[in-house]
């Protein structure tokens, strides 16, 4: 059978994976953002 708990606690783990490397994307758009508006 599914382990249900199992399951949503490997859920629970991908989205945080998720959105830290959304928040790391972010990030990496802010500094290269910030690095073109300092060659301006």
């Given at each position: 059978?599914?382990?249900?708990?199992?399951?949503?606690?490997?859920?629970?783990?991908?989205?945080q994976a998720?959105?830290?490397?959304?928040?790391?994307?972010?990030?990496?758009?802010?500094?290269?953002?910030?690095?073109?508006?300092g060659m301006?």
């Amino acid at each position: 059978g599914v382990n249900l708990d199992e399951e949503a606690a490997k859920l629970l783990q991908y989205q945080q994976a998720y959105q830290a490397s959304a928040k790391m994307i972010q990030i990496a758009q802010n500094i290269f953002d910030t690095l073109l508006q300092g060659m301006n």
